[in-house]
């Protein structure tokens, strides 16, 4: 049977999606250049977060675009997963962790630590089941975007910094359930509604310059998100442990 003809609009439309979510490469590219200007500035960091803000955008929307096209049906011989996962491996861990090192937030001696961030995110990147059918994460996702974020703008630095890396490194390899908010699901659903606001609460602080530092106030307050996402995938993970452990006591 002939596979059935697709029009070269949807052929159009389907290679636009893939230009899309590629375009986070040039987001990439971007931010790399501005990490290896010589003069560095807290607005030269202040544009890298901008940039690796619109690059959560286009990762959180481009999945939509896809499946409302069929992309698979339509270009069946390019993978947009796999460029979908060069693309967050470069935007959600390699350039945060150059980002880190870069803005000196880790003591002298420390630089193993993002060494162990990058081995750990590559470890979680190739699991097989690292997302689950009912739309979480097993293990730590790689956000450390939002890590390089908090260090900066906070700031987090020296030990505390180091700490901080080493323990959300570890967390990787524990398979806890962590959400998946463009994924369905009445957690996720919660999640991504809230993530909305949040998001707005970033650009508020990123919009100012940084000349005179990033407005702590607001970086404080868009921190309740990441510790309502943290809590909840812990506690949630917490609670399907004790349940599990309890089944066999409730059948004796």
């Given at each position: 049977m002939n596979p059935k003809a697709v029009s070269p609009v949807r052929v159009c439309l389907a290679w636009s999606v893939h230009a899309y979510t590629g375009s986070g490469l040039a987001l990439g590219a971007w931010i790399a250049a501005l990490l290896l200007e010589p003069a560095r500035t807290p607005d030269t960091y202040r544009t890298c977060f901008l940039l690796m803000l619109a690059a959560v955008l286009v990762d959180a929307t481009d999945g939509t675009l896809a499946r409302a096209i069929r992309i698979r049906e339509v270009v069946p011989g390019f993978d947009g997963r796999r460029l979908d996962d060069l693309v967050d491996f470069l935007l959600y861990t390699c350039l945060p962790l150059v980002l880190i090192d870069r803005a000196g937030l880790l003591p002298e001696g420390s630089r193993w630590v993002l060494v162990v961030a990058l081995v750990a995110s590559a470890y979680g990147f190739c699991q097989a089941d690292i997302k689950t059918a009912d739309g979480a994460f097993l293990g730590f996702p790689s956000?450390?975007?939002?890590?390089?974020?908090?260090?900066?703008?906070?700031?987090?630095?020296?030990?505390?910094?180091?700490?901080?890396?080493?323990?959300?490194?570890?967390?990787?390899?524990?398979?806890?359930?962590?959400?998946?908010?463009?994924?369905?699901?009445?957690?996720?659903?919660?999640?991504?509604?809230?993530?909305?606001?949040?998001?707005?609460?970033?650009?508020?602080?990123?919009?100012?310059?940084?000349?005179?530092?990033?407005?702590?106030?607001?970086?404080?307050?868009?921190?309740?998100?990441?510790?309502?996402?943290?809590?909840?995938?812990?506690?949630?993970?917490?609670?399907?442990?004790?349940?599990?452990?309890s089944r066999p006591l409730a059948h004796q």
């Open positions: 956000y450390w975007n939002i890590v390089a974020f908090y260090l900066f703008a906070l700031p987090v630095t020296g030990a505390w910094a180091v700490a901080l890396i080493a323990a959300l490194a570890a967390l990787t390899f524990v398979p806890s359930r962590y959400a998946y908010p463009t994924q369905p699901g009445r957690g996720n659903r919660v999640l991504l509604v809230l993530g909305v606001p949040w998001a707005l609460v970033l650009l508020a602080a990123m919009v100012p310059s940084w000349e005179d530092g990033p407005p702590r106030a607001l970086v404080r307050a868009s921190l309740l998100y990441p510790v309502l996402y943290l809590a909840s995938a812990w506690s949630l993970s917490l609670y399907r442990a004790v349940s599990r452990a």
